[in-house]
Nanobody, 113 residues
Framework: QVQLVEYGGGLVQPGGSLRLSCAAS????????MGWYRQAPGKQRELVAE????GPTTTYADRFTISRGSDKNTIYLQTNSLKPEDTAVYYC??????????WGQGTQVTVSS
């Protein structure tokens, strides 16, 4: 079993920044990919950024940067110049080499003055 826990959400003013963290624990030797998704009220969950083992790092928002920690089982999402439309629950997902997906419980990001 794999557990994912996200940290770092909160309330921030427009133009501000947050750093989200996702720590994976459990039966992990390595993973195929880990990524950040977000889901705003009334909208579908969407991919924000993804990092692959031995593959590309993909970001779908130029104000966001995904990175991997030195322990290899933690990923981060640096969010800058936040806008109200970035308000959402941000989820971490891991895809194993067996193509099994695990999700975290999500962390709320609210951008408001």
């Amino acid at each position: 079993q794999v557990q994912l826990v996200e940290y770092g959400g909160g309330l921030v003013q427009p133009g501000g920044s947050l750093r989200l963290s996702c720590a994976a624990s459990g039966s992990i030797l390595s993973f195929r990919a880990m990524g950040w998704y977000r889901q705003a009220p009334g909208k579908q969950r969407e991919l924000v950024a993804e990092i692959s083992t031995g593959g590309p790092t993909t970001t779908y928002a130029d104000r966001f940067t995904i990175s991997r920690g030195s322990d290899k089982n933690t990923i981060y999402l640096q969010t800058n110049s936040l806008k109200p439309e970035d308000t959402a629950v941000y989820y971490c997902k891991m895809r194993t080499w067996q193509l099994v997906d695990y999700w975290g419980q999500g962390t709320q990001v609210t951008v408001s003055s």
